[in-house]
């Protein structure tokens, strides 16, 4: 993974001592609320409904295990003992005190972490596939782009006070595993026909009140241009995103509002003006960047067959692993989502001990992804039993990867100031329900969010959920049919809302509809496009 | 009945306005009348409180509960972890949210 140069190290711990003054004059009484506000959400710390809470950057959630080390003790030592893995492949804690903030980042600061550009309108985390540098579909290892991405937008005095937050992502394969079109920017680093590498650009995407799939603006930019495309692509936003209202604000109402051929046309036209003022970074930079994304020394020649003698080993292994680039190799996902928990948690202990799983047994390599699991990408085979037992003993082996129990959920109304509803309940809730059936309703992706922002990305879920208020009630709208994938789609809202326990059932009757009308190998998301949304409705409210 | 709460400006944590400082505990909430902008306004200049609000709340034999349930969840903690509230040894407590 990459490590830090003297510069970033030297960014990080200024920033540090930056953020430590300022904490000093708030407390001293020197900065008030209003002028200290933007400058902590700058540093990732919110003020949330119990207690700040802290968001550390993750970039593009790879984690090695000196930083989980670290994350578990930031969590014992200053937090109540755990902390929350979220849908931007970050990590997030509930219960920070102000005078505290500091020295957490100073403790970040020793394992090159901070938590820059995790708030505020500017760009945030990139994101990318969890299973980077390891998955036998990607065309390239799309990590050093991502990386390259993260330099260039870190403390962009440009792109600082953007009208809204604005998210990318980078993928390099055909399956997309990063909801890489419901972003702001999204990349996908793809091959022409004479072998050259280059990106695929689409511009407009996200969830939030107003969902939009985005539209490919090129599909092919240079490799060696990709950043200035991006450039142009924040440039135009900048210039015409809507800052008098907020919720008009993102790029994905721009090109709505312009159409993607003109946002194209200026897109292309401010391109055209930026290969002249030479902003690309060196070509030798995004080298040294790769040498930090090397494949790790695999063994060759070793056995690739698994025993499979233990049912529940086998289970596991058929659900949660992914077929290696390597021979002899395998891509673990662990679970963070046992029955009737919550979703993302994971405590201090657990944190560690996947940190030191990693060391053992995955070349010091985590990812943390954007389904709220971790990933240990680069397992050999014949450690996955040994591996398999400790992550049992430990309630981190649950086998329920992309099925019903898998759940996406934000954190609603217990942690959220901007929540309507609880999502962690709910989720719980259909978790004890129907994990017992996860095997006959096979994949299944199900995402509940708290309030219309869509943490819990609700528009992409197979099926989804939407908590609203209703005069103070806690009411949940169900959506069927949204996809994440290459073949991404919107859920629609299948009628009235329904109370706590009554999304619960609608859950339920909505599998059964399916298990109903299946034909063949269908998945749920392939009869509800098959069937549309009648059946449904008449199951649900007829 | 009104009442005020904020978080304390060092650690975050959720208070009540009790008529003479901010207490941890909602029960402990006073009625501020017409008084709560010029509380606030006072409290917050004295850093004893932070991004405090007035809402409404009822006054009944089980104590002060706040009108909205993002305030009663804010009063008690988070309903998914009863360890982690005000009373993590009543397992009945969260039902006061609902």
Sequence with gaps: MYRYDQYDQAMVDTRVEEFRDQVRRRLEGHLPEEAFRPLRLMNGLYLQLHAYMLRVAVPYGTLNSAQMQVLGDIADKYDRGYGHFTTRQNIQYNWIKLEDAPDILADLATVEMHAFQTSGNCIRNTTSDQYAGAAADEVVDPRPYAELIRQWSTVHPEFNFLPRKFKMAVIASDTDRAAMRLHDIGIQIVKNESGELGAALYAGGGMGRTPMIAPCINPFVPIGQMITYAEACLRVYNRHGRRDNKYKARIKILVHELGKDEYTRQVEAEFAHLLTQNIEPPAAELERIKTFFADPPFETGIPDELDRSDPAFARWVDTNCLTHKQPGYIAVTISLKPVGGIPGDASADQIRLMGDLAKQYSFDELRVTHAQNIVLPHVKKADLYALWQVLEANGLGTPNLDLIGDIIACPGLDYCSLANARSIPVAQKISERLAPREAEIGELKLKISGCINACGHHHAGHIGILGVDRKGVENYQLLLGGCEGADTSLGQITGPGFDEDGIVGAVEKATEVYLANKQGEERFLDTYRRIGMAPFKEALYG | ?98
């Design chain 2, 1 to 98: 009945m009104k009442i005020l709460t904020g978080n304390d400006l060092k650690t975050g944590a959720v208070t009540w306005w009790d008529g003479v400082q901010w207490s941890l505990h909602v029960e402990d909430a006073v009625d501020v009348g017409e008084h709560a902008d010029t509380i606030l306004a006072r409290e917050e200049a004295a850093r004893r409180v932070n991004s405090a609000y007035a809402i409404d709340a009822v006054k009944d034999e089980t104590g002060v509960r706040p009108a909205h349930i993002k305030d009663r969840i804010r009063a008690l903690g988070p309903t998914v972890r009863p360890d982690l509230t005000l009373k993590p040894a009543d397992p009945e407590a969260g039902n006061w949210v609902i």
